[in-house]
T-cell receptor, first 111, second 115 residues
């Protein structure tokens, strides 16, 4: 069985400061891990994915995530938040064609 | 490519009515997924198809829900009869194997309101 726990339901940051979204996963196999972003009233967009290559994964819009097997974590970071980063972020794990979504982290960015 | 296309974007109906949601996957994709998103339950996988064949429908909530994929470029999700608790955003997503493991491309969703 596979599952994901997003440790923060809501994160608030000031524009220009770092963003950290935490995710722990559970999987019986070597998982594929993803971060998706959902802007208000929009569909989900892939930010980045980990598929057993480099443990530090770079994505779109300056985001990156580090896979740490020993900690079963896949935290998402961005050095400097922008107002356009305000959205909901989903950590996702998969060991097959089925995705298991975390509950989501809502990010607000203060001017 | 236009991406995954869903219609309608918004649907308001009355309890007991039949609702049909439509999806056009990205051309060349061989997997199609239907999801439901609610505040209470988050994102749930309802059903997925591979090469137009339903593979896993264990997420379909009950017999009122049915999904079909008559060809590689079209799928429907039908609710009959609809109930207020079916109100949610329904997403369609598609993927193909050569894109790597399980990356899915999502449509914009259909926001369903059942009164």
């Amino acid at each position: 069985a596979q599952s994901v726990t997003q440790l923060d339901s809501h994160v608030s940051v000031s524009e220009g400061t770092p963003v950290l979204l935490r995710c722990n996963y559970s999987s019986s196999y070597s998982p594929s891990l993803f971060w998706y972003v959902q802007h208000p009233n929009k569909g989900l967009q892939l930010l980045l994915k980990y598929t057993s290559a480099a443990t530090l994964v770079k994505g779109i819009n300056g985001f990156e995530a580090e896979f740490k097997k020993s900690e079963t974590s896949f935290h998402l970071t961005k050095p400097s938040a922008h107002m356009s980063d305000a959205a909901e972020y989903f950590c996702v794990v998969s060991d097959s064609y089925k995705l298991s979504f975390g509950a989501g982290t809502t990010v607000t960015v203060r001017a | 490519d236009a991406g995954v296309i869903q219609s309608p974007r918004h649907e308001v109906t009355e309890m007991g009515q039949e609702v049909t949601l439509r999806c056009k996957p990205i051309s060349g994709h061989d997997y199609l997924f239907w999801y439901r998103q609610t505040m209470m339950r988050g994102l749930e996988l309802l059903i997925y198809f591979n090469n137009n064949v339903p593979i896993d429908d264990s997420g379909m909530p009950e017999d009122r829900f049915s999904a079909k994929m008559p060809n590689a470029s079209f799928s429907t999700l039908k609710i009959q009869p609809s109930e207020p608790r079916d109100s949610a955003v329904y997403f369609c997503a598609s993927s193909f194997w050569l894109a790597g493991p399980n990356e899915q491309f999502f449509g914009p969703g259909t926001r369903l309101t059942v009164l």
